[in-house]
């Protein structure tokens, strides 16, 4: 199946390759009248709301995940999960919607005023402009709370699958409970824990409607995380009904192709990583 929609994609998107190269991931200028097609603003916004995504998401999953496996009595252990678990059910277009009508105004009014003006993080290009509310830095908490449940519930497995011998010779040796953690059950699970923030950058790489109904869809590459942006998955939301063209589609089909390879590197890179660290736990 993966092999065929493979092949779909990319019969699909080689007239766009053939007559733009690579000035599809290298141009701004997405002109349909002139038939213009540069997917750079997208590509841009794709890794950097994901990047922010991480930055967000990968303390509090690692330590939701860490509290689970360490500290959480057993009969607090199974609600807390299946709650973070939880988040990942819900429908895209209602955390969307959830940002469009909480979010947005928290962020426009609150979050973003006082990061430029009281912590003074307006003197760095990546905090300044006007506090729109759609932006890269929404898109990224959106995507944050997104990806989260699939980082902790990765990290919690391979937390668990970390041998008891570890955790009583680091006891044994005098280490208390966050120096065993530290020094012992982390160091043990770290391939697995980066596998499964590679395997949330890859759900936040995909995502498409929340990250369309918050993001801004302004096509310009912008270093401020307040300014609106635009990802890949947008573009083609956006754009692919009012197609009015074969190399307008093509072009569209060349996006979703180029998406398509960068999830499909990332989630390979997820499951080595944790399959790294299931066989060890064969041994």
């Excluded at 690579?22 to 141009?27: A, K, M, N, V």
């Excluded at 819900?90 to 005023?113: A, K, N, T």
Aim: net charge neutral.
């Amino acid at each position: 199946m993966v092999v065929a929609i493979a092949i779909a994609i990319f019969a699909a998107a080689w007239p766009a390759f053939a007559k733009l190269g690579l000035s599809i991931l290298t141009s701004s200028d997405w002109d349909v009248a002139n038939r213009h097609f540069g997917a750079a603003p997208a590509l841009f916004g794709t890794l950097v709301s994901s990047a922010v995504a991480l930055v967000i998401a990968t303390p509090l999953a690692v330590g939701v995940a860490i509290f689970l496996s360490e500290f959480s009595p057993a009969w607090l252990r199974s609600p807390v999960a299946f709650l973070v678990d939880l988040l990942a059910a819900i429908p895209s277009v209602v955390y969307g919607l959830w940002g469009i009508f909480v979010l947005i105004p928290i962020m426009r009014d609150h979050v973003m005023p006082f990061m430029r003006d009281t912590l003074h993080l307006g003197s760095t290009p990546l905090f300044t402009g006007p506090a729109y509310g759609p932006s890269m830095l929404t898109a990224g908490v959106i995507l944050a709370i997104m990806c989260l449940p699939s980082i902790s519930a990765v990290s919690r497995e391979v937390l668990l699958a970390v041998p008891r011998s570890q955790r009583e010779a680091a006891l044994a040796l005098g280490a208390t409970r966050w120096e065993m953690i530290r020094d012992a059950v982390i160091p043990f699970a770290r391939s697995g824990i980066v596998g499964g923030i590679i395997l949330g950058l890859g759900r936040a790489l995909g995502e498409t409607m929340a990250v369309t109904m918050v993001i801004g869809n302004r096509p310009e590459i912008s270093a401020s995380l307040l300014a609106p942006g635009y990802t890949m998955a947008s573009l083609i939301a956006n754009e692919f009904s009012e197609a009015t063209n074969d190399l307008h589609l093509s072009a569209l089909m060349a996006v979703g192709a180029i998406l398509f390879v960068i999830t499909l590197i990332v989630n390979a890179i997820a499951r080595w990583l944790v399959w790294g660290v299931a066989r060890e736990k064969g041994k």
